[in-house]
């Protein structure tokens, strides 16, 4: 059974930081691109991060370059999403999602990916 579970969430001020984590099993972990991916109240899904199997490659929206870093263990078969210098823009449940293939494009929705996770929420103040 494919799991992915976030958990690190939470509420934090502008300016604070938070680490999310996404603990995967059911499937080999080192085939797959890991990706973090938000949704705001009553917008859609926006793309966040993307990693290759390899950790040698790393994306980033543009909203969240350089304030955001995302890695891999694939020995504890997870993936992490640092979060620095947050701001209230930043505030959506964030989710981890696994495929075989790379891509940014979420205009499918959640059929882009193939295992999702159930979220976890992260809410920054001002």
């Known amino acids: 059974q494919v799991q992915l579970v976030e958990s690190g969430g939470g509420s934090v001020q502008a300016g604070g930081s938070l680490r999310l984590s996404c603990a995967t099993s059911?499937?080999?972990?080192?085939?797959?691109?890991m990706y973090w991916v938000r949704q705001a109240p009553g917008k859609g899904l926006e793309w966040v991060s993307g990693?290759?199997?390899?950790?040698?490659?790393?994306y980033y929206a543009a909203s969240v370059k350089g304030r955001f870093t995302i890695s891999r263990d694939s020995a504890k078969n997870t993936v992490y999403l640092q979060m620095d210098s947050l701001n209230p823009e930043d505030t959506a449940m964030y989710y981890c999602?696994?495929?075989?293939?790379?891509?940014?494009?979420?205009?499918?929705?959640?059929?882009?990916?193939?295992?999702w996770g159930q979220g976890t929420q992260v809410t920054v103040s001002s």
């Open positions: 990693i290759n199997n390899g950790a040698g490659y790393a």
């Open positions: 059911g499937f080999t972990f080192s085939n797959y691109w």
């Open positions: 999602a696994a495929d075989r293939a790379y891509s940014e494009d979420l205009r499918g929705g959640r059929d882009v990916y193939e295992h």
